[in-house]
């Protein structure tokens, strides 16, 4: 079983910065996938950025929307991925979920959610 804990989300002006942290904890070793996924009211579920790690790389990918504007990082030693949002836009508001796969092709896990709200 994984738990996963997210934290960093926030009221924030259009142009301004968050930072997203999610812990995974219990029984893991390393984890495969990193990744956030955002849900707008009224919409579907979307990929934000994951982050692969294979051997020592890590490859990371981004949702068009947020390329420039985003980074995603991870901390493979404490199990921990980040978001880091910058040159945020009202578009951006959604809640924004941790997910986790520990191993390829094995079981997604989610966390709670951590509401982002752009907005003047």
């Known amino acids: 079983q994984v738990q996963l804990v997210e934290s960093g989300g926030g009221l924030v002006q259009p142009g301004g910065s968050l930072r997203l942290s999610c812990a995974a904890s219990?029984?893991?070793?390393?984890?495969?996938?990193m990744g956030w996924y955002r849900q707008a009211p009224g919409k579907q579920r979307e990929l934000v950025a994951t982050n692969t790690r294979r051997g020592s790389i890590n490859y990371t990918n981004y949702a068009d929307s947020v390329k420039g504007r985003f980074t995603i990082s991870r901390d493979n030693a404490k199990n921990t991925v980040y978001l880091q949002m910058n040159s945020l836009k009202p578009e951006d508001t959604a809640v924004y979920y941790c997910?986790?796969?520990?191993?390829?092709?094995?079981?997604?896990?989610w966390g709670q959610g951590t509401q982002v709200t752009v907005s003047s």
């Open positions: 219990g029984s893991i070793f390393s984890i495969y996938v």
């Open positions: 997910n986790v796969r520990p191993t390829p092709g094995g079981y997604d896990y």
